[in-house]
């Protein structure tokens, strides 16, 4: 009889564990829904847009910048040693910009900038959560999720691509400083051996990760800031949430991704 | 004013309204009327419903059961949306949005909002409210966090009346203020209300602001309207819950351990 107790006790506690998971699961999705759909639907706050757009693209640019040009110039180090094993050094130039072009540039910004933005968002919005300011805005017949919520989304889905570009440039550049200076490569060969196997499609391909990146980023936010808990644990949690799960589901979207933009 | 059916139907009416989070019931059947013009104030120890009855009119909180009658409809997203475009209220903490300057957070409707005015002439409405409850021009200019409670308060409450609302609801107004303050904030809240001719609902357990603000008073408990009538009628009622709550008596039907 105990242990029939302890079984159902157990499977109760899976079947907990996975309602929750479901439920947070819809909970997330018709909130990506409905946040989505109200950049498309007047009225729009466009001065709010801009404030985002700044704040999330504009302010990251250092954090985004210096990842970038530390890890191109890693990558440059680690592919010509790799590379010098089988006389390969010549192909730094080009795996290095394929490299931060495809993946490291918008994977690692896309961490950074959760680290930076998603933080940030939730902490803000949970903070308007608990102090009821939130609610004040529907009082004041604006829709917090047209007002909060959408410009943040869409300031972070356009402005990731242009972070992420910006990082693949320097992240080359980053390759190129070490390529020159410390291994010997001439400054024209080098950019005219990236130039000659970058292929637009891989800049393209690394730019909708990025913008697909932004959206998780903001959204994670959003939803972990607008749904806080109360007083500053509430907003607390909410903070840890959205970095953590902003930057699983970058690392999860970006296989997915991968798979879908190189396979074919 | 009695409780014979008002001529014309209630500007707000709430009937069997019912609420529970998980096991706890909030609120258990939840009948009042609000006239057309009426100081409606609802009172009620913490905890037991006078917030949620708030947010269910606003639509902030959905009931599980009952209805909610704006103007004898029932109420909908969209008459919601009516109700709230000529609806101001203040908020027990202020609510005030700290990215946004004094007068850009009193101006807030008239920037955003459909009737959207030109930033001039909202900054001078603004400053105009400001002055109204007795706060001057240079605190325009000024971020919330930089005001005492008592001067947010006040901003809340010019932010609430600043597009001349129909309708506006005071959560707790007095709470966090010393009794001067709270005196100055319930007075100017009875003279805003009767100036701009005002459904006003107001949620307390100040028995101060009771009997500066009201018309009509509701004692709400354990979820329920437990005893509704004017003013004037509540020293009078004998009803012991009522009696126990207005004298602040730690010892009657009310537990004191909630």
């Known amino acids: 009889m105990i242990v029939l107790t302890s079984v159902a006790a157990f499977l109760a506690a899976i079947g907990a564990t996975a309602l929750g998971l479901c439920r947070a699961t819809g909970a997330l999705t018709l909130f990506a829904l409905s946040g989505a759909s109200h950049i498309f639907r007047p009225p729009w706050y466009p001065a709010e847009f801009a404030r985002q757009f700044l704040r999330i693209g504009y302010f990251s640019l250092p954090v985004v910048g210096m990842t970038a040009l530390f890890t191109g110039g890693a990558l440059a180090l680690q592919i010509y040693s790799g590379g010098a094993r089988f006389n390969a050094e010549s192909v730094v130039p080009s795996i290095v910009a394929i490299g931060m072009v495809r993946e490291l540039g918008p994977v690692l910004g896309g961490l950074m900038v959760a680290g930076r933005v998603s933080a940030s968002v939730a902490a803000e919005l949970g903070t308007m959560r608990v102090t009821e300011q939130i609610d004040a805005l529907t009082t004041l017949s604006t829709n917090p999720m047209k007002y909060l919520v959408a410009p943040r989304l869409l300031a972070a889905t356009i402005a990731m691509p242009i972070l992420a570009f910006v990082g693949d440039v320097i992240g080359i550049m980053g390759g190129f400083l070490v390529g020159v200076t410390r291994l010997n490569f001439a400054p024209s060969a080098y950019i005219r051996n990236t130039e000659q196997y970058l292929t637009g499609d891989d800049i393209v391909s690394g730019l909708i990760k990025a913008a697909a990146f932004g959206f998780i980023i903001a959204l994670m936010g959003c939803y972990q800031g607008y749904n806080s808990g109360r007083g500053a644990q509430g907003v607390g949690a909410a903070t840890t949430n959205a970095v953590v799960s902003a930057s699983i589901l970058i690392l999860a979207a970006n296989y997915i991704l991968t798979e879908a933009l190189f396979s074919s | ?258």
């Not at chain 2, 109204?132 to 240079?138: A, D, I, N, S, Y």
């Not at chain 2, 901003?155 to 009794?179: C, H, K, N, Q, Y």
């Not at chain 2, 603000?213 to 437990?226: L, P, S, Y």
């Open chain 2, 1 to 258: 004013m009695t409780d014979a059916n008002p001529p014309a139907p209630s500007r707000i009416a709430l009937k069997g309204v019912r609420k529970s989070f998980g096991p706890k019931h909030v609120l258990r059947g939840v009948d009042l009327d609000v006239a057309k013009g009426e100081s409606m104030v609802i009172i009620g120890g913490s905890g037991t419903g006078k917030s949620v009855t708030l947010k269910c009119v606003l639509g902030i909180i959905e009931p599980d059961a009952g209805e909610i009658l704006i103007n004898g409809a029932r109420a909908t997203a969209r008459n919601r949306e009516a109700l709230l475009s000529r609806f101001g209220m203040l908020f027990q903490g202020g609510a005030l949005f700290d990215s946004m300057l004094v007068w850009e957070n009193v101006a807030f409707r008239m920037r955003h909002g459909a009737h959207r005015r030109p930033r001039a002439e909202a900054r001078e409405i603004a400053i105009e409210k400001l002055r109204r409850v007795g706060l001057t021009p240079e605190t325009a200019d000024l971020f919330p966090a930089e005001l005492s409670g008592g001067m947010q308060k006040r901003v809340g409450l010019a932010r609430a009346i600043a597009t001349d609302p129909e309708i506006i609801f005071f959560d707790e107004p007095t709470t966090g203020l010393d009794p001067i303050m709270a005196g100055v904030i319930n007075e100017l809240i009875r003279e805003l209300v009767t100036e701009i001719g005002a459904t006003a609902m107001t949620i307390t357990h100040d028995m101060t602001s009771v009997r500066a603000i009201a018309d009509r008073v509701a004692m709400i408990h354990e979820g329920e309207i437990r005893w509704q009538g004017a003013v004037g009628e509540l020293d009078a009622t004998e009803d012991p819950y009522v009696s126990q709550f207005i004298h602040g008596r730690a010892e009657g039907p009310i537990a004191a351990i909630r």
